[in-house]
């Protein structure tokens, strides 16, 4: 009898080990993408005006290779930002994402006494010619969003979809106006 009650206590310790090791194996983090082999941080966006006409621009990060987004957190107003930097890319881009109350905010000029907007810069070369723009007004429509916080603190990291369009002028020249359409931007905690 005491042989097969070892036996049984000796399969259920064994059972259990098996079934906690293929669980840790599941990847089961929302913040990760799914059933791709090759997943990639990446954005694009078309810009036009200025003698440019409709040039697209695009660029990928492997997902190893950046720690996705970040995010600040100010709970007492209902605040969240969601931000990647990834402007020393050709092209580059510089996102700050201000979502009140769940709400994503529209596209604004970058204003130091106004933090309740969303800004964008972006960066690229056209015929040998360096642009940065930003932002001036705009729309932006939240695919995702997900924020994981480092604990106590105000700040963490994030992930999440966005895509955007709106007016942006050049910082060198702010008379220099662009359109820029078909903007995304998709980053992933990691």
Known sequence: MKR???????????SVSLIACSGSDDNNDPGAPQGDDNPTHRYTFKVNGNDIANATYAFGIPYDDHGGGLAYFEPENDYVVVSAYHQNNDPGIKADFVYLGDII???ALNETDNQDT????????????????ESVSGTCTSYFMETFPFGVTNSGKSTFKVGFSGTFRNIVNINETFQITEGEIEVYNN
């Open 4 to 14: 097969i009650i070892k036996k049984f206590i000796a399969f259920a310790v064994l």
């Open 105 to 107: 905010q529209p596209l």
């Open 118 to 133: 969303s800004v964008i810069f972006v960066n690229f070369t056209h015929q040998g010619q360096n642009y940065t723009l």
